[in-house]
């Protein structure tokens, strides 16, 4: 369960990270990431469609897994991260099996000077933007680096389901019974832990309401093209069984915009 904490800003989530950075990249390289591999990542790269020939920029890039599908699926992309430790690791893979991927190291509110305005044709973040400190201008950067008419496809935990209490109700063998949520509406900064990886982990996150997000996409410039709450398809569930929770409950938000002017202009 994620606990309250008082310090979330650009340094401390940099410093979570770096910290984070070599169980993470080891859990993924073993499987041991599957909910990505095997869920909420191939419906992200659905969402994003063709992307042939595309120029695309891929924000909270972590160790580089979305930007290696995207740029398998012929996309020209860029990465950025705020880890400089993650960022290794995507250099090290992109080094070793060359795909062309470019990675910046840069806070992702903060690309200004780093990446040209209008230069891509589709932004994305994979289940990356909850973890950023200030959402709203990410955003901005985001609708800044895109083409008009460009789109924009993320995936982020789903706010009402991944709320400052949340635990599961288990019956004596210790299966999932029923999800146990509360204090939807307290905004804030939260830490998770991470267990069963290399060794254990913090990362911080913010929880914010549905309205919070819709807010923040909706006066950046996005216009809402699709929403999706992922679901482990059959095959998924028989070779993972422990995706059986996530059939029961939406765990992730996928959502494509399209970039059009900002509120505050097309008044």
Aim: with cysteine; hydrophobic share 40%; charged share 25%.
């Amino acid at each position: 369960m994620p606990k309250p904490i008082g310090r979330f800003d650009s340094d401390s989530v940099r410093a979570s990270w770096d910290v984070a950075a070599d169980a993470y990249a080891q859990g993924q390289a073993s499987g041991r990431d599957y909910y990505r591999y095997e869920f909420f990542g191939p419906e992200h790269i659905t969402l994003c469609g063709d992307v042939d020939g595309l120029t695309v920029l891929d924000l909270g890039c972590g160790s580089g897994y979305f930007a290696r599908e995207m740029a398998l699926a012929g996309a020209s992309v860029t990465a950025v991260d705020i880890s400089p430790r993650m960022l290794e690791h995507a250099r090290r893979i992109e080094a070793e099996t060359p795909l062309g991927i470019t990675y910046l190291e840069s806070d992702a509110a903060s690309i200004g000077g780093v990446v040209p305005d209008g230069h891509f044709d589709l932004v994305t973040s994979c289940m990356a933007l909850q973890d950023m400190p200030d959402v709203p201008g990410v955003l901005r950067e985001a609708r800044r680096t895109v083409r008009d008419e460009g789109r924009l496809v993320v995936s982020i935990v789903h706010p009402c389901t991944d709320t400052p209490f949340r635990e599961w109700e288990r019956d004596d063998s210790g299966g999932k019974r029923w999800l146990c949520i509360d204090r939807y509406f307290e905004r804030g900064p939260v830490e998770y832990p991470w267990k069963g990886w290399a060794y254990e982990f913090r990362t911080p996150s913010f929880h914010a309401t549905l309205e919070d997000w819709f807010d923040w996409f909706l006066s950046a410039g996005f216009s809402l093209s699709a929403l999706k709450e992922p679901r482990p398809s059959k095959a998924a569930l028989v070779k993972r069984p422990e995706l059986e929770d996530a059939s029961r409950v939406a765990y992730y938000l996928l959502l494509e915009f399209t970039a059009g002017p900002p509120i505050n202009e097309a008044r």
